[in-house]
């Protein structure tokens, strides 16, 4: 098992920055592919971006490619997505998440582990 902590989130206005952690403790870090979804009142969860086990191959949901990055830092047992050039509509509680896969999966069903969330507010 994993346990998956995330931080990092807070209010921020459009345009603005902001870099999400997600610290792993348990199993190692490195068996599990790693993605970010998020969450918007009244909305499905929804994929953001996975990365794999070495760091080697990304993925983004259209909304966000060219703005949010994810990265890994596997001796550090901790993910991150860089989110910049924010918009009002990227307001969510934003998730970590692993699955202990070899395929990368946008199915949030399909992931094996969650934090608790962190909520991203962006104002206009």
């Known amino acids: 098992q994993v346990q998956l902590v995330e931080s990092g989130g807070g209010l921020v206005q459009a345009g603005g920055s902001l870099r999400l952690s997600c610290a792993a403790s348990?199993?190692?870090?490195?068996?599990?592919?790693m993605g970010w979804f998020r969450q918007a009142p009244g909305k499905e969860r929804e994929f953001v971006a996975h990365?794999?086990?070495?760091?080697?191959?990304?993925n983004y949901a259209v909304s966000v490619k060219g703005r949010f990055t994810i990265s890994r830092d596997n001796a550090k047992q901790t993910a991150y997505l860089q989110m910049n050039s924010l918009k009002p509509e990227d307001t969510a509680v934003y998730y970590c998440?692993?699955?202990?896969?070899?395929?990368?999966?946008?199915?949030?069903?399909?992931?094996?582990?969650w934090g608790q969330g962190t909520q991203v507010t962006v104002s206009s």
């Open positions: 348990g199993r190692t870090f490195s068996y599990y592919i």
């Open positions: 998440a692993a699955e202990d896969s070899a395929e990368l999966h946008v199915r949030p069903t399909l992931y094996d582990y």
């Open positions: 990365i794999s086990r070495s760091g080697g191959y990304t």
